[in-house]
């Protein structure tokens, strides 16, 4: 299986709306391969993973793991430069019509049973301002994701709005951020596995608690400018949570 080209109705609809679907962007063997090592993470949660949706009322020994976070490039050295996130990389940077170059990745995964909705939030909203119109994100489910089971949601056109205000989530001990948005122009993405979003560092997206009966498995992976740096220029809303001591870290602001 060939990966595709950004044509140009593709860079066209993601100017202006801030977010695109790609089908049957990434074949099957190598997502298989992905969740196949992913579930370490799975069985070594309390160790390699952080509880993105930390309930405030539970204890740090006692969390329920509502978000299942962590990064497999940074867990696993050899995950990154694998042919997909070359191949995103080069899609995203026609998308952005800049060089773009691989930054970090996320796995996240939500229970079948006990699982909360990923708010909205905008990237850059927790990048800062040395990101700003630098920064771009493909997520990639592991299996079909239907609305039920937590697909993306985005703003359309929520892009070229600026960053909003945010702020942490009411009841939740982590870092988690959210802000308010124009839900009049939500717009679902359900997909099939092999399919994969990307969305703009300014696109406010979310994605609400998997309400299927199995886990909801994805992999997000973010892109910034080359040479762009990494994040920085906080927000004041920015904060760190170490979840292995609970401890709240206030970033450097701009």
Request: charge should be negative; glycine fraction near 10%; proline fraction near 6%.
């Amino acid at each position: 299986m060939a990966f595709p080209d950004a044509d140009n109705d593709q860079i066209e609809f993601f100017a202006e709306h801030g977010w695109l679907v790609v089908p049957n962007a990434i074949p099957h063997d190598a997502l298989d391969e992905i969740d196949r090592r992913c579930g370490q993470i799975h069985d070594q949660k309390d160790s390699l993973a952080k509880d993105w949706a930390w309930d405030e009322a539970e204890e740090l020994e006692n969390r329920s793991f509502r978000i299942i976070q962590a990064s497999p490039s940074h867990l696993w050295p050899d995950f990154a430069g694998q042919r997909y996130q070359r191949w995103l990389v080069e899609f995203g940077s026609a998308l952005m019509g800049q060089k773009m170059e691989f930054w970090y990745d996320q796995y996240l995964a939500k229970p079948p049973e006990q699982s909360v909705p990923t708010y909205w939030h905008q990237d850059e909203g927790y990048w800062g301002r040395n990101l700003d119109e630098k920064g771009i994100t493909c997520w990639i489910p592991l299996q079909d994701v239907a609305v039920v089971q937590g697909c993306m949601h985005f703003i359309d056109g929520g892009h070229r709005e600026g960053v909003l205000d945010h702020h942490r989530v009411e009841g939740i001990r982590s870092d988690l951020l959210t802000c308010d948005v124009d839900e009049t122009r939500t717009v679902a993405c359900p997909i099939p596995k092999g399919s994969v979003t990307f969305h703009h560092g300014k696109m406010p997206h979310m994605t609400p608690a998997n309400q299927g009966p199995g886990w909801r498995k994805a992999v997000s992976n973010h892109m910034q400018a080359a040479g762009a740096g990494g994040e920085g220029g906080h927000y004041p809303w920015k904060v760190y949570v170490d979840q292995r001591s609970g401890k709240t870290i206030v970033p450097e602001r701009a």
